[in-house]
């Protein structure tokens, strides 16, 4: 039904920047939520942040004012601009989108959806 691919993960060094991008595709109509998620080695994935269709933003304290979460509703893509990278934002960064709508009735499918991660390693 829905399918996410993130893109634009790499290797940065310490106080740089990157521009993530994940790109929603299926039978959308819609998308309430979309947000950004990471995962470091022996670590529990964590919430980054998010964004409501409306716009309404939500962010983890580690990275408050150092990223900035957009979406472009049209085209049901989500991006995440990081600066000042830290080594300890070094993660597999994964893509969420939930409160999906879509299909002929336009239902709400009830499903979280996830992409498959892109690799942000912050080093020397």
């Known amino acids: 039904q829905v399918q996410l691919e993130e893109s634009g993960g790499g290797l940065v060094q310490p106080g740089g920047s990157l521009r993530l991008l994940c790109a929603a595709s299926?039978?959308?109509?819609?998308?309430?939520?979309m947000g950004w998620y990471r995962q470091s080695p022996g670590k529990q994935r964590e919430l980054v942040a998010i964004?409501?269709?409306?716009?309404?933003?939500n962010y983890a304290d580690a990275v408050q004012g150092r990223f900035t979460i957009s979406r472009d509703n049209a085209e049901n893509a989500v991006y995440l601009q990081m600066t000042s990278l830290k080594p300890e934002d070094t993660a597999v960064y994964y893509c969420?989108?939930?409160?999906?709508?879509?299909?002929?009735?336009?239902?709400?499918?009830?499903?979280?959806?996830w992409g498959k991660g892109t690799l942000v390693t912050v080093s020397l």
């Open positions: 969420n989108a939930a409160g999906v709508v879509g299909g002929f009735n336009k239902v709400d499918y009830g499903m979280s959806y």
């Open positions: 964004i409501t269709s409306g716009g309404s933003t």
């Open positions: 299926g039978n959308i109509f819609s998308i309430n939520r």
